[in-house]
């Protein structure tokens, strides 16, 4: 089931947790009807003991989200007019490389992808050429 943020309000929270305390429902009821478990029960309780008119279960991202809006536009661009090429039954395609996809926007040293230098030095060892002495 979703985050509890996201299904209740924090009036609703606070409606269910004051009857419990006063004893009008039970334990269980409360934790049916916010489907959290035992231990997410207490620590909710907990926390509208200590200030019942200001709980809250309002949920702020403390990190970055993983891709910025331009970074995702600009994959979104390239996916886009690589699909064309797939698409286009005039060019033999038969499968897709992201890897290529990938190398391409790195080589466009696009800033709001960031720098990758591990997987850059990783992905660059896997895709060396063979040497002569290593040949077929």
Same mark, same amino acid.
């Given at each position: 089931m979703g985050q509890i943020h996201k299904r209740f309000t924090n009036e609703q929270i606070r409606f269910l947790f004051g009857a419990y305390v006063h004893g009008h429902i039970k334990r269980m009821d409360v934790q049916e009807a916010l489907a959290i478990g035992k231990s997410r029960f207490f620590e909710l309780l907990r926390e509208y003991r200590q200030a019942p008119e200001t709980l809250s279960v309002s949920y702020e @991202?403390?990190?970055?989200? @993983?891709? &910025?809006?331009?970074?995702?536009?600009?994959? =979104?661009? *390239?996916?886009? @007019? *690589? =699909? =064309?090429?797939?698409?286009?039954? @005039?060019?033999?395609? &038969?499968?897709?490389?992201?890897?290529a996809l990938r190398d391409r926007l790195r080589k466009k040293r696009n800033p709001c992808l960031g720098d990758d230098d591990h997987g850059a030095r990783q992905d660059a060892g896997l895709l060396q050429?063979?040497?002569?002495?290593e040949g077929p």
């Open positions: @991202r403390s990190t970055p989200p @993983r891709l &910025s809006p331009a970074a995702e536009a600009a994959i =979104k661009a *390239e996916l886009l @007019r *690589e =699909k =064309k090429l797939v698409e286009d039954p @005039r060019l033999p395609i &038969s499968g897709y490389n992201y890897s050429a063979p040497t002569q002495e």
